[in-house]
């Protein structure tokens, strides 16, 4: 359900953004984002750290030292298919960052003026990391990935260093990295082993 609905986004907003332009509708939401009020650097840059590279990483080595070797397999797994899958996007759907595309785009922080924007890799990882982390999780605390994740593609727009297609063609994608490993690896059961995700 993960990996059909994630590409579907990837299709759809790949579709539109494969014409290099970004057109007056998502330029009205890029502009509602990013023209809110200045806040501090210190209060943006860590909320977009949860979608850089080393997260994987790090959640494999947090999970190693408990033991929890599914967890630690399905960070490395999830975080290699995004690499390999924002890779063949990219490839295929060429389209400029904002400071390029957007006029009046107000970019914050150290942001990139230029280079390719379509699919956000922030927003593709911190989804497919919190599909695969969320399983694991007890119920009440599996809003915590889902928010993190919320927080990461608004920040991106916001930050001005990705047009709206860019963060939701992300979150497609990082849907189907963590939804194909869920399917792969499986996630845990009630009974303590492992299933395919439904």
Known sequence: MKVAG???AVIATGVVASSGEVGPTE??????????????PAVL????????????????AVAATRRQWHLAAAAATATVLKLGLER???AVIVRERPGTTVPGAVKRGNVP?????????????????????????????????ATAAAVVCVARVYSGA???LD????????????????LL????????GTAPER
């Open 6 to 8: 994630g590409a579907t």
């Open 27 to 40: 330029a009205r939401f890029f502009h509602a984002f990013n023209r809110l009020p200045d806040v501090h």
């Open 45 to 60: 840059w860590p909320q977009q750290q949860f979608g850089n590279l080393a997260v994987g990483p790090i959640i494999v």
């Open 88 to 90: 063949a996007v990219k």
């Open 113 to 145: 003026h230029e280079g390719q924007s379509f699919v956000s890799g922030h927003a593709t990882l911190v989804t497919a990391l919190a599909t695969v982390v969320t399983p694991h999780l007890a119920r009440r605390w599996r809003i915590v990935p």
């Open 162 to 164: 990705h047009n709206p």
């Open 167 to 182: 963060i939701v063609g992300g979150v497609g994608l990082g849907l189907v990295a963590g939804g194909a490993t869920n």
């Open 185 to 192: 690896l499986g996630v845990p059961t009630a009974a303590g």
